[in-house]
C-alpha cells in the first residue's frame, strides 16, 4: 500500500477511535481502480460509476439489485399505446448538491447533451432512439421515440443516463454535483474519494455521514487492510484464492453473488488476421475456458459462449460451439492460411482477469502454434490506445453493463465488427413489443454471435465482496456497475 493512503486510512481510523458516533456513521471501501474522473456521462470507466451510480448522480430510472426498473428522479411514467412516446412524471422540489433546481430543462440538457456532435459520452447509443424531449411543464418530460424501442426505459437507468445540470456539467470530472443522497467532499487523486451525506436529499437520507472510497490495485495490499480493519467494504475482491482467509476471520463477512459482467478476449475485427472467421474460431477452440476460470477466479465464475451471461433475460447456453479442442483449432488455422509461429499482441489492462488471464491464455495459444505477446498497460490508457482509438490486436476486458448487445450492432465501436445481419436482427428485437418475440430474437441474437465469434467470450464475472460483518445493507448480486451505498449501515 502506498504511503498516501496508508495516511488516509490512519487518519480515518483515527479521527473514528476518537468519536465513536463518526465511526458507525463512516465507512471505509476499496476499490481496484481508481476512476479517471467522476462524470459517468462522458467515460467509458465502469469504475466511475461504482464510485458514483446512485451515490452522487441518479437517471428518471434507477436498476435496482435484481435488475428491476425503479422510480428515480422520475416518480412514475406513462408509455404511449404505439411505443413511441414516454411521459415521465418528474419528482417536485428536487436540487443539485449546488442548490440549483432539477425540472424537465434539465432532463432535455441532459439527453441532448448526451447526442451532441461533440458528446464524448460511450453509450450514445441509448439515446439514438430519441426524436425529442419536450417539456409540457417544470415537471413532466416527454420523450417521443423515432421508433419503437423495447430497451429504452432500462437503457435510461445506466450510469450514462443520469441527470447532470447546465451549470455544473462542465467540471463534473473533477467537482461532481448530482442530486444523489451522498455529495462530493474531496478527491486526493492516487488515493482516494470522500463522499459526505447531503442534508438536503429530496428521498430517503443516507444512513452514513461519511464515505471514503480508497484505491488499491494489487490483492496482497487489499487482503491485508482488510484484515487489519483498514478497509470495511471491499464489494468487488479480486483475489479469490484468498477467500478461505476471509471465511475463517469471524470479524467478516463473505458473499459470492452474480453480474452481468462478462470477460472476453476483444479482437480487432479489422486488423489481419483477426478478419479472418476460422482464425478467430480456432482461438475459441484453443481456449479451455473451465481451466482458465480455474487459474483466474479460482473457479468462481460461469463460462459463456456468447455476450450474455445467465443473469440476463433470455439467456441460452451456448457453451458447447466451442469446446476446447486443440486439435480443431490446428486445422481451422491451417484452412484459414496462418503460419505456425504467427505472433501477435494481448494488451492487458490491470485487473486479475487480464494480467493473470493474458498468461494462461498465452500457454494455450503456444499449444496450438501460436505465439501471444503480452502488454501490460494502466487503464487510462487501454481507454486512449484500445476503447478510444482502436489500436490493438487483442486485449482481456470486463464488460460490465447489462443487455448489452446493442455494442455489436453500432457502426463504430473498437472491436469493429461489422455484421449487416446482426444489425438488423438487433432493430427488430428493439422495435418489436411482443415479449416472446423479443426472447426469440434474443436467442437469435446470441447465436449469431457465437457463430461469428468477433470476440472469445470467457466467463461471466462473480461479484465476490468481502466486507465488515457489521456492514449491512450492501448488494450482494451486481446488474451494472455500482457500489450503491445508499442503504449501508452499521449495525450496532
Not at 451456448?318 to 484452412?335: F, R, S, T
Not at 482477469?353 to 490508457?381: C, H, K, T
Not at 456492514?471 to 449501515?489: C, E, F, I, M, S
Request: hydrophobic residues 40%; glycine residues 6%; aromatic residues 10%.
Amino acid at each position: 500500500m502506498n504511503k498516501k493512503l496508508i495516511t488516509g486510512l490512519v487518519t480515518a481510523a483515527m479521527l473514528a477511535s476518537v468519536n465513536g458516533a463518526f465511526a458507525n456513521q463512516t465507512l471505509i471501501v476499496g476499490e481496484v481502480l481508481e476512476p479517471p474522473g467522476l462524470d459517468p456521462t462522458v467515460n467509458a470507466a465502469s469504475a466511475i460509476r461504482r464510485v458514483t451510480y446512485a451515490n452522487l448522480f441518479e437517471g428518471l430510472v434507477r436498476i435496482a439489485e435484481d435488475g428491476s426498473i425503479q422510480p428515480a428522479l422520475a416518480e412514475s411514467w406513462d408509455i404511449s399505446d404505439d411505443q413511441l412516446t414516454y411521459s415521465f412524471k418528474l419528482r417536485e422540489g428536487v436540487k443539485f448538491h449546488d442548490g440549483e433546481p432539477f425540472n424537465c430543462s434539465v432532463v432535455k440538457f441532459s439527453y441532448e447533451r448526451a447526442v451532441a456532435p461533440d458528446s464524448t459520452n460511450a453509450q450514445k447509443g441509448l439515446f439514438e432512439p430519441i426524436e425529442k424531449t419536450e417539456c409540457t411543464d417544470d415537471n413532466t418530460a416527454v420523450v417521443t421515440l423515432k421508433r419503437p424501442s423495447s430497451t429504452f426505459l432500462f437503457g435510461m437507468g445506466w450510469g450514462d443516463a443520469v441527470m447532470v445540470s447546465p451549470t455544473s456539467a462542465e467540471n463534473n470530472k473533477t467537482n461532481p454535483i448530482g442530486t444523489g443522497p451522498f455529495k462530493f467532499k474531496r478527491w486526493v487523486q492516487g488515493d482516494r474519494v470522500e463522499f459526505e451525506r447531503n442534508p438536503d436529499y429530496w428521498g430517503t437520507p443516507a444512513k452514513l455521514e461519511n464515505v471514503t472510497f480508497v484505491f488499491i490495485s494489487d490483492p496482497s495490499a487489499a487482503a491485508a487492510a482488510i484484515m487489519a480493519g483498514d478497509v470495511d467494504v471491499f464489494a468487488e475482491f479480486q483475489a479469490p484464492e484468498l477467500l478461505n482467509r476471509f471465511k475463517s476471520d469471524e470479524n467478516l463477512q463473505v458473499e459470492v453473488g452474480t453480474t452481468a459482467g462478462k470477460v472476453i478476449m476483444s479482437l480487432n475485427n479489422a486488423r489481419a488476421p483477426f478478419d479472418n472467421q476460422k482464425f478467430r474460431q480456432a482461438l475459441a477452440h484453443a481456449i479451455d475456458r473451465t481451466a482458465f476460470i480455474d487459474a483466474v477466479s479460482s473457479g468462481y465464475g460461469d463460462p459463456i459462449g456468447s455476450h450474455y451471461t445467465p443473469v440476463d433475460q433470455g439467456y441460452i447456453d451456448l457453451n458447447d460451439v466451442y469446446p476446447y479442442d486443440p486439435e480443431k483449432a490446428k486445422q481451422l488455422l491451417e484452412e484459414a492460411g496462418i503460419a505456425q509461429g504467427t505472433s501477435f499482441t494481448i494488451t492487458l489492462p490491470p485487473p486479475a482477469y487480464s494480467r493473470r488471464g493474458g498468461e494462461i491464455i498465452s500457454a494455450m495459444l503456444a499449444d496450438v502454434g501460436l505465439q501471444a505477446n503480452l502488454v501490460p498497460i494502466e487503464f487510462a490508457q487501454w481507454l486512449d490506445q484500445v476503447f478510444k482509438r482502436g489500436d490493438y490486436d487483442a486485449t482481456i476486458i470486463g464488460h460490465t453493463e447489462a443487455r448489452d448487445l446493442d455494442i455489436y450492432a453500432r457502426d463504430q465501436y473498437y472491436f469493429n465488427y461489422n455484421s449487416p445481419e446482426y444489425k438488423a436482427l438487433y432493430k427488430e428485437y428493439t422495435e418489436t413489443t411482443d415479449e416472446a418475440k423479443q426472447l426469440e430474437l434474443l436467442g437469435q441474437l446470441q447465436r449469431k454471435l457465437a457463430e461469428d465469434e468477433p470476440n472469445i467470450f470467457l466467463y461471466a464475472l462473480p461479484k465476490i465482496g468481502v466486507w465488515n460483518k457489521n456492514v449491512k445493507g450492501l448488494w450482494k448480486n451486481l446488474p451494472l456497475p455500482a457500489n450503491d451505498l445508499t442503504q449501508a449501515y452499521w449495525e450496532e
